[in-house]
């Protein structure tokens, strides 16, 4: 199968196969039958090229490593657990947010909390306008999926309305260049927030309220993969959400 995502992190860095293969001094056709064969580089290249791509070797060739190695660095991506998110140290939100040097990323149905948080808003204006990359998914108020959670967690239409006062409260940010806001109808096992390889994990429980369900802080480890099953999601529904006007 061809490799897709060494292929997208070329395309998305600008980059052509030339000049990966010139950085890490092997042959473009070499590089070809990587893409277009899926065959997996010695482990000296594979490091080379997600070194210089600024990407994991687990997630461009996820099979290459030995499954015992992987759990283990797996393991090792496991800060903390927190029981429920309001145990969570309130300015944990804003460190988090705080470190990001390249890209920020909310998934959420509500995450009401952040929107009313003005420090916050203000972290990620900030960093917008310093180059990183701010991308806000909420869910789509008027979709089934909303109303649907909504019921799950005992609040029916309370769901849907504490989304669109999240919208409300964000419209300062909705007029920050390089803060992206759009709407899903996924259903969603859990919450994704992301500041670079970090991220805060707020987990989905049927029958209970978001704030009294537990979060996982990671980060990622060379070699895991739980980070990357994270992020991966994180852009699927990305990718098939709709763009905000203005955001």
Same mark, same amino acid.
């Given at each position: ?32 039958? $990587?893409?277009? #064969?899926?065959? @997996? ?9 997600? *070194?210089? %791509?600024? =990407?994991? !070797? ?34 944990? $939100?804003?460190? #988090?947010?705080? @470190? ?9 149905? *509500?995450? %009401?909390? =952040?929107? !009313? ?55 300062? =940010? ?74």
């Amino acid at each position: 199968m061809a490799n897709e995502r060494l292929r997208a992190a070329l395309l998305e860095r600008g980059m052509t196969i030339a000049t990966l293969a010139e950085a890490i001094g092997v042959d473009q056709k070499t590089i070809e039958r $990587w893409i277009t #064969l899926g065959r @997996t580089p010695y482990r000296r290249h594979r490091y080379a090229a997600a *070194s210089h %791509l600024g =990407l994991d !070797e687990t997630y461009l060739w996820p099979d290459a490593l030995p499954q015992e190695q992987v759990t283990h660095a797996s393991g090792s991506e496991l800060v903390t657990i927190y029981p429920h998110r309001w145990s969570v140290p309130r300015d944990a $939100w804003g460190r #988090l947010f705080a @470190t990001a040097q390249h890209e920020i990323g909310v998934l959420v149905y *509500s995450g %009401l909390f =952040l929107a !009313e948080d003005a420090g916050v808003q203000q972290i990620l204006a900030d960093k917008a306008r310093a180059g990183v990359r701010v991308r806000i998914l909420l869910g789509d108020p008027d979709s089934e999926q909303v109303a649907q959670r909504g019921e799950d967690e005992g609040v029916g239409d309370a769901q849907a309305a504490k989304i669109k006062n999240a919208l409300v409260l964000y419209k300062p =940010l909705l007029r920050v260049e390089s803060v992206e806001f759009r709407l899903h109808e996924t259903v969603l096992y859990n919450s994704i927030y992301r500041a670079d390889d970090q991220l805060l994990i707020n987990t989905h429980v049927y029958g209970v309220t978001a704030p009294h369900a537990p979060v996982w802080h990671l980060r990622k480890v060379a070699g895991g993969d739980i980070v990357n099953t994270y992020l991966d999601s994180f852009d699927r529904v990305w990718e098939g959400a709709t763009p905000l006007p203005g955001g």
